[in-house]
């Protein structure tokens, strides 16, 4: 009976301890971090998304406006960088609401934000007993609203705040701390708020984790993936708040520490005492020691669980980097690339570099940002056309230089394509994607306009696409759905909208200057739908360019940007025959069928009897002269050629967009800003592409002579880097003789 009485109580006393494992296993999380601020934040989620103690259910991302580096938008910052985490681990399940850009105005008045709605949602889906865990490590502007929106979240909810200096020996509280001090209010919010169970890991206790860099650089550099990020963030991230240690020997992970405690509550000791004032008169939960040796341990025993990944790191010696964003070039540079990123840019030898390096002898060519097809239409494999056509099409984007494409007629099937090439499982740009196409059949009414917008936005497309033949009250609810759930709209302009809608409607993109030879003719409501013509040019007769300047300044001062794609009108619309366009070489790289349709389409349009050579040249004319008014006011332009379309090859066609750009009067700054730079501020991702910066994607490419000098030197260039590959000049000759080849 003692035995078993014995093996009866082991027993339960193991089951308590699986019981508890258990349960420490299933934390669900939310961590809400200002981590574009410093390099801790971005280590201590990487550690919370690898520790099988905690159920990380999103990261939601806070401003950090006090920090003197910091953008307006500070918390799109932390936002970009929240979503590079996930995307380097492959976590899609992992949310990414973003969090409020301002800090509380008063202590009664809520920031809207998605991150304070997704925090009192999931609070409430909760099981009985059970609290959803939000750990703060940035200012409280989230949580504090979530609290002042929805109060009944408090009994379902516990905080975890990095914050304060604490004094244990007099507990003497200082809220002149950087995360305090970013929302003061907030912080009060938390602590005047009954019942709200709270933890501060203060600064004080978290501030004597240091991690070492040469532990750092042995653990992480080099090894692939997010362990490489890690790292390279270390080496960039500027410290405004710490003058000695300039080479970083050391850098304090405040945040880690508050993740290990969550994991190993057992390396820390808190007691209960009494917040800083104002306080409600309760008692917090104050964590006072860590045992900073089992925490580093932990940390490192965790990372080196993670796979490496073998990468190539390129050395590219005597380069001269162009810079978009001002028209200068700086000369004799040499260039570091590690696992697709930008690691050094310098005159001299970099501080690091890796053993296994690949050198590339610049050769005082121009290394400069690769370009972008803001108005493509990316192929979808059917019965006549294969799936290795569509790398064949990524293919000869890459080797014209293209880097960026944004498809303009979303499928299905783009999501999974968009997924390969962030993968690296197909080569080719970076992708954006439309929803299907939003015209008058696919949404007659109302109701079928607001369910296929949320449809788009839950399916993850980047954008809406418009097309003609949307009646006016359904795109007034399109719009204000979309509005409602955060996905832009772009494209064409529906008869029944009008471009004055439009504009009013702040289209992201108008492509093709659609609409705006309609708005020039006087009297337009009495114009009817068949009246205009081939994207206007039935009404040539009609305008009146003093119209003009009022059209163009409303489209700047609603921001709507625009991609003219010019050379499809100069292409496809041309009297030039088919035939004698198809004898360049850049059609060899089309299928048969492709060239067939492209040369039948184009010959039926220009020997219609309503087609004149006089009539082209004036309706050319007038697109010149709105291209030039709407650059001259100001209006953000896009480079894009809509292909493939019509006579119009992928990658050949930006170049023919260049020529017919420089036709209409923009200069080569211009239209290379249009091309690199702009479409990474349109997409709000300028620390990510179309700049050459350390950081940054090396989305690049190599060309022989100063583009802004010679636009032409970027047809083919020297090499493309594309994902941290490098692919030069033999590589595409190689890859473009199969292609033709294969179309022969």
């Known amino acids: 009976m003692r035995i078993l009485i014995f093996f009866l109580l082991l027993f339960l006393s193991y089951s308590q301890v699986l019981s508890q494992s258990s349960n420490r296993q299933e934390i669900p999380l939310i961590i809400d971090a200002d981590t574009a601020n410093e390099i801790d934040d971005l280590y201590a989620i990487v550690r919370a998304l690898i520790a099988p103690e905690l159920n990380v259910l999103a990261i939601t991302s806070a401003h950090f406006r006090n920090s003197?580096?910091?953008?307006?938008?500070?918390?799109?910052?932390?936002?970009?960088?929240?979503?590079?985490?996930?995307?380097?681990?492959?976590?899609?399940?992992?949310?990414?609401?973003?969090?409020?850009?301002?800090?509380?105005?008063?202590?009664?008045?809520?920031?809207?934000?998605?991150?304070?709605?997704?925090?009192?949602?999931?609070?409430?889906?909760?099981?009985?007993?059970?609290?959803?865990?939000?750990?703060?490590?940035?200012?409280?502007?989230?949580?504090?609203?979530?609290?002042?929106?929805?109060?009944?979240?408090i009994e379902k909810i516990e905080v975890s705040y990095i914050g304060f200096w604490h004094d244990r020996d007099k507990n003497t509280w200082s809220r002149l701390e950087f995360n305090s001090g970013n929302d003061i209010k907030s912080v009060n919010v938390l602590l005047t708020t009954p019942g709200l169970k709270f933890n501060s890991m203060t600064a004080t206790t978290s501030g004597k984790l240091l991690f070492d860099k040469e532990v750092a650089r042995d653990k992480l550099f080099g090894r692939g993936s997010i362990k490489s990020s890690l790292f390279n963030r270390w080496l960039n991230q500027k410290r405004w708040w710490k003058d000695e240690d300039p080479h970083k020997k050391e850098w304090t992970m405040w945040d880690v520490a508050i993740i290990e405690a969550l994991i190993h509550p057992e390396f820390t000791k808190t007691e209960m005492l009494k917040g800083p004032e104002p306080n409600n008169g309760e008692l917090i939960n104050v964590y006072t020691e860590i045992d900073v040796e089992s925490m580093k341990s932990s940390f490192w025993n965790a990372i080196d669980k993670l796979p490496n990944k073998s990468e190539h790191v390129y050395f590219i010696q005597n380069v001269n980097v162009v810079s978009p964003s001002n028209g200068t070039v700086t000369e004799g540079q040499d260039v570091t690339v590690l696992y697709g990123r930008i690691l050094d840019i310098s005159d001299h030898t970099p501080e690091i570099i890796p053993q296994n390096a690949i050198i590339i002898d610049g050769n005082d060519n121009y290394l400069m940002p690769g370009l972008s097809e803001m108005h493509a239409h990316i192929p979808v494999p059917n019965e006549e056309l294969a799936e290795s056509h569509v790398?064949?099409?990524?293919?000869?984007?890459?080797?014209?230089?293209?880097?960026?494409?944004?498809?303009?007629?979303?499928?299905?099937?783009?999501?999974?394509?968009?997924?390969?090439?962030?993968?690296?499982?197909?080569?080719?740009?970076?992708?954006?994607?439309?929803?299907?196409?939003?015209?008058?059949?696919?949404?007659?009414?109302?109701?079928?306009?607001?369910?296929?917008?949320?449809?788009?936005?839950?399916?993850?497309?980047?954008?809406?696409?418009?097309?003609?033949?949307?009646?006016?009250?359904?795109?007034?609810?399109?719009?204000?759905?979309?509005?409602?759930?955060?996905?832009?709209?772009?494209?064409?302009?529906?008869?029944?909208?009008?471009?004055?809608?439009?504009?009013?409607?702040?289209?992201?993109?108008?492509?093709?200057?659609?609409?705006?030879?309609?708005?020039?003719?006087?009297?337009?409501?009495?114009?009817?739908?068949?009246?205009?013509?081939?994207?206007?040019?039935?009404?040539?007769?009609?305008?009146?360019?003093?119209?003009?300047?009022?059209?163009?300044?409303?489209?700047?001062?609603?921001?709507?940007?625009?991609?003219?794609?010019?050379?499809?009108?100069?292409?496809?619309?041309?009297?030039?025959?088919?035939?004698?366009?198809?004898?360049?070489?850049?059609?060899?790289?089309?299928?048969?069928?492709?060239?067939?349709?492209?040369?039948?389409?184009?010959?039926?349009?220009?020997?219609?009897?309503?087609?004149?050579?006089?009539?082209?040249?004036?309706?050319?004319?007038?697109?010149?002269?709105?291209?030039?008014?709407?650059?001259?006011?100001?209006?953000?332009?896009?480079?894009?050629?809509?292909?493939?379309?019509?006579?119009?090859?992928?990658?050949?066609?930006?170049?023919?967009?260049?020529?017919?750009?420089?036709?209409?009067?923009?200069?080569?700054?211009?239209?290379?800003?249009?091309?690199?730079?702009?479409?990474?501020?349109?997409?709000?991702?300028?620390?990510?592409?179309?700049?050459?910066?350390?950081?940054?994607?090396?989305?690049?490419?190599?060309?022989?002579?100063?583009?802004?000098?010679?636009?032409?030197?970027?047809?083919?260039?020297?090499?493309?880097?594309?994902?941290?590959?490098?692919?030069?000049?033999?590589?595409?000759?190689d890859v473009l003789s199969k292609i033709e080849e294969k179309n022969q």
């Open 68 to 153: 003197p580096l910091a953008s307006e938008n500070s918390v799109r910052e932390s936002q970009i960088l929240n979503e590079e985490i996930v995307e380097l681990m492959n976590l899609d399940e992992v949310d990414l609401p973003i969090g409020s850009n301002q800090p509380l105005i008063d202590e009664k008045t809520p920031q809207l934000s998605q991150a304070a709605e997704y925090i009192i949602q999931k609070a409430h889906e909760m099981p009985q007993g059970q609290r959803l865990h939000v750990v703060v490590l940035g200012p409280c502007t989230n949580i504090a609203s979530a609290i002042l929106i929805d109060s009944t979240i």
């Open 391 to 733: 790398q064949d099409v990524m293919h000869l984007y890459l080797a014209n230089g293209v880097t960026v494409i944004r498809g303009m007629l979303g499928n299905p099937y783009h999501l999974e394509l968009k997924k390969k090439l962030r993968s690296g499982e197909v080569i080719g740009p970076r992708m954006y994607t439309s929803s299907p196409s939003m015209n008058g059949n696919s949404i007659p009414d109302v109701s079928s306009a607001e369910k296929k917008v949320k449809d788009a936005k839950s399916k993850g497309y980047d954008f809406l696409k418009i097309h003609p033949g949307i009646k006016a009250d359904v795109m007034s609810a399109l719009v204000k759905t979309a509005n409602d759930v955060g996905i832009g709209y772009a494209g064409h302009i529906p008869f029944d909208v009008g471009i004055r809608s439009a504009i009013n409607y702040e289209f992201a993109t108008i492509d093709h200057v659609d609409g705006y030879i309609r708005g020039l003719v006087p009297q337009e409501e009495q114009i009817s739908n068949e009246d205009v013509g081939f994207l206007g040019s039935g009404l040539i007769k009609k305008i009146r360019m003093n119209r003009l300047s009022a059209l163009a300044d409303s489209t700047r001062s609603h921001n709507v940007w625009q991609v003219p794609t010019q050379s499809l009108f100069t292409r496809w619309f041309s009297p030039t025959s088919a035939a004698e366009m198809m004898n360049d070489q850049e059609f060899s790289y089309m299928p048969a069928n492709t060239r067939y349709a492209w040369r039948t389409n184009k010959e039926r349009m220009i020997t219609d009897e309503a087609y004149t050579k006089k009539g082209y040249r004036r309706f050319m004319r007038i697109r010149r002269k709105i291209i030039q008014s709407l650059h001259q006011s100001g209006v953000p332009f896009l480079l894009g050629s809509d292909s493939p379309q019509v006579m119009n090859v992928p990658g050949f066609s930006i170049h023919h967009e260049i020529d017919a750009l420089k036709d209409c009067g923009l200069s080569s700054f211009d239209i290379i800003k249009m091309g690199t730079i702009n479409p990474a501020i349109f997409f709000d991702q300028i620390d990510r592409f179309g700049t050459i910066k350390v950081g940054a994607d090396a989305d690049f490419i190599i060309v022989e002579q100063n583009p802004f000098d010679r636009m032409e030197t970027m047809r083919l260039p020297i090499g493309t880097m594309i994902g941290g590959k490098w692919l030069d000049r033999t590589y595409f000759n």
